[in-house]
């Protein structure tokens, strides 16, 4: 699928809140399954203009975990989130 449009908008402050929010439901959701959360690409950049989207890259301790999508799946189902 090809984009033909790509929106950039002014840096949002609520970006940064959104990403909060969204860190603490999936490390509730995902407990003990994660390292950690981080905030990246363009929105996570203050005063940068940027998609209005919030990327993120969750952490895991063992790689082997990625041939495990069932470890994750059934929590993630119930997190949805329009930012």
Request: hydrophobic content about 45%; glycine content about 4%.
């Amino acid at each position: 699928m090809k984009t033909k449009n790509v929106i950039v908008v002014p840096y949002d402050p609520i970006w940064k809140l959104a990403f909060h929010q969204i860190t603490d439901e999936l490390s509730t959701l995902l407990a003990d399954l994660i390292l950690g959360i981080e905030h990246v690409g363009s929105s996570s950049v203050k005063g940068l203009a940027a998609k209005p989207i919030i990327d993120i890259d969750i952490i895991i301790s063992d790689e082997s975990m990625l041939d495990k999508p069932q470890l994750f799946i059934p929590n993630l189902k119930t997190f949805q989130k329009p930012y």
